[in-house]
T-cell receptor, first 111, second 118 residues
Framework: GQQVMQIPQYQHVQEGEDFTTYCNSSTTLSNIQWYKQRPGGHPVFLIQ???SGEVKKQKRLTFQFGEAKKNSSLHITATQTTDVGTYFCAGQAGNNRKLIWGLGTSLAVNP | NAGVTQTPKFRVLKTGQSMTLLCAQD?????MYWYRQDPGMGLRLIHYSVGEGTTAKGEVPDGYNVSRLKKQNFLLGLESAAPSQTSVYFC?????????????????FGDGTRLSIL
């Protein structure tokens, strides 16, 4: 079936270091979304990418959608303790009303 | 504006008992979803609904039933609870965007229900 692989599963960084998580889909996606879940919380929508090669920025966060629309990345510059949580990517294939979720990358930040 | 509200927040059941989890949204969203989240397993879709009176199976539907009699409510039922159903359950909703791009829109999640089955 359709899958979205997300790596790494865990990442532990020192505050101020950069962080990147990657998603790779087995199928071409029509769009991809990113969510953040704080420990004990619920997933919160961050951004949606639709166009091939699209790059979007939110302050220290940079999101990219690959040219073939099969991969995506989230890069955080100079991590802060407030970045702690699990980051999920979720892709849509065609007009399917369901999202294909990655397993998430858990980020820990040492102050 | 409450968004997505899930009740109850916590529940402990004995094996074989039944219960219903309630999800209510006040954003007039067409789509609603039930997920379960287990350590290392990410979010797995149980059932979803694309409108009032319609439901469909997700990737892990066995042991669960759902109903969407009103647009704002989506109920998840466990007829005979099993320890394997111990999990955190999240409800989510999203709206239908029309006009040339029927893409899946961002999902808004409730706070979750932590369910333990002994």
């Amino acid at each position: 079936g359709q899958q979205v692989m997300q790596i790494p599963q865990y990442q532990h960084v020192q505050e101020g270091e950069d962080f990147t998580t990657y998603c790779n889909s087995s199928t071409t996606l029509s769009n991809i979304q990113w969510y953040k879940q704080r420990p004990g919380g619920h997933p919160v929508f961050l951004i949606q990418l639709v166009k091939s090669g699209e790059v979007k920025k939110q302050k220290r966060l940079t999101f990219q959608f690959g040219e073939a629309k099969k991969n995506s990345s989230l890069h955080i510059t100079a991590t802060q303790t407030t970045d702690v949580g699990t980051y999920f990517c979720a892709g849509q294939a065609g007009n399917n009303r369901k999202l294909i979720w990655g397993l998430g990358t858990s980020l820990a930040v040492n102050p | 504006n409450a968004g997505v509200t899930q009740t109850p927040k916590f529940r402990v059941l004995k094996t074989g008992q039944s219960m219903t989890l309630l999800c209510a949204q006040d954003m007039n969203h067409e789509y609603m979803y039930w997920y379960r989240q287990d350590p290392g397993m990410g979010l797995r879709l149980i059932h979803y609904s694309v409108g009032e009176g319609t439901t469909a199976k997700g990737e892990v539907p066995d042991g669960y039933n759902v109903s969407r009699l009103k647009k704002q409510n989506f109920l998840l039922g466990l007829e005979s609870a099993a320890p394997s159903q111990t999990s955190v359950y999240f409800c989510a909703s999203s709206y239908l965007r029309t006009g040339g791009f029927e893409g899946t829109q961002p999902q808004h999640f409730g706070d979750g229900t932590r369910l333990s089955i002994l």
